[in-house]
């Protein structure tokens, strides 16, 4: 994976070496000599940039830089941590598109199969594809989680573009795509038959409202994703000192960071993604916020807990709720107490899971089952099983 990239700009490595001691820019090894990339024994995550925005809808030349993103990841110091970083530089802009495309799914799939989480900063989100395409020899379904204000399926017919990818993600063969979770989107910015489409898929979506006002709500989505991506857009404006974000609406730092972090904890993540990306040089804020949602996603990831043997008594109790003609069973983690619900394998159907599946929730999930509610996620995980 070399090849494709290009060391840490002088700039960035200037300012590592009058950090002062104890900061992470004096632990994260860098790749700053070309085609010489550090040690990635015993590597935990990978910094990568994409410096890549061609096929943004409103692009009209301007580059990406993340040199202000780096100068504040590297100022910041780390948590009680004892898993190493490293910063393997950036992928340039191909001849074309869709040579980008190829050196971000060569270098991510790469990462992965070294266990290695890569912490991709990328310039417009339609470089979302090339990363789940790194998943294609996975060797099981993804779930994708996008934290954005758009749903971003557009027309797959058409050619792609930053609010078109997933549509791609979901025709284009091979199809890994399980599952795919919208978090914080803002009806007003999205087509009705987007909204439509959603709902017809079987598809996860959380409007802002519903999440500011219980932040916890997407830890279960978070603990059954493989995909983690941030489009910044879904910060509002104030937060972010940053002319790429428009809106005044959206989640404020302290929110971003706390969903950044249930992303870390989560066993199964393993990349986590912040794109629409462009020049931060005029903007520190937005920089710093930006460094200190990777803070606290690298956080979330030191402290992930593994759970006991789903079969075992002993680490878990289980809860059987009759609702009309089905029998819901929970199961609460005695080491986390985390909640799940079984989604039963469907023997007459050639269903997509194969095997019993255990879909991660919340008490309160099992409080409206009490009541005789069955839990949306539960509906939509089992109805899209059927399909």
Known sequence: MIEFLSPVSKKVIAHKEVLPAGVLGKQIQTHNIEG??????????????????????????????????????????????SDSIVDIGDINKGETVQDTYFAVKTVVEALLKK????????????????????????????????????????????????????????????????????????SYFNPPEEIALMEKLYFDAYRLGEITSDITVVEPILRDADIVALDISAIKSAEMSYSNTASPNGFDGREICAIARYAGISNRVSSFGVYELKDFKNAETGAMLVAQILWYFVEGVNFRVKEGAFDSEKHYNSYKVPINDEVLTFKKSNKTGRWWIELPFI?????????????????????????QEIPERWFKARRKNEV
């Not at 925005?53 to 030349?61: A, K, Q």
């Not at 023997?347 to 009541?371: E, F, H, I, Q, R």
Request: charged fraction near 20%; aromatic fraction near 12%; proline fraction near 5%.
């Open 36 to 81: 010489e990339l550090p040690d990635l024994k015993d590597v935990k995550f990978a910094i990568l940039g994409i410096l890549e925005n061609r096929n943004d809808e409103n692009y009209i030349g301007e580059a990406v830089s993340l040199d202000a993103f780096r100068k504040a990841f590297y100022s910041l110091y780390p948590g009680n941590w």
């Open 115 to 186: 266990n290695i989480i890569p912490l991709i900063l990328g310039g417009s989100q339609d470089l979302l594809y090339a990363h789940y395409r790194a998943y294609d020899s996975h060797g099981s379904m993804i779930n994708l989680v996008n934290v954005d204000t758009n749903f971003d399926l557009g027309d797959a017919e058409k050619p792609i573009h930053n609010k078109s990818y997933v549509g791609k993600i979901i025709i284009d063969k091979p199809y890994n795509l399980f599952n795919y979770s919208a978090l914080g989107y803002q």
């Open 347 to 371: 023997s007459d159907v050639n269903n997509k899971l194969k095997t019993p599946t255990l879909l991660p929730c919340t008490y309160g999930d099992y409080l409206s089952a009490t009541n």
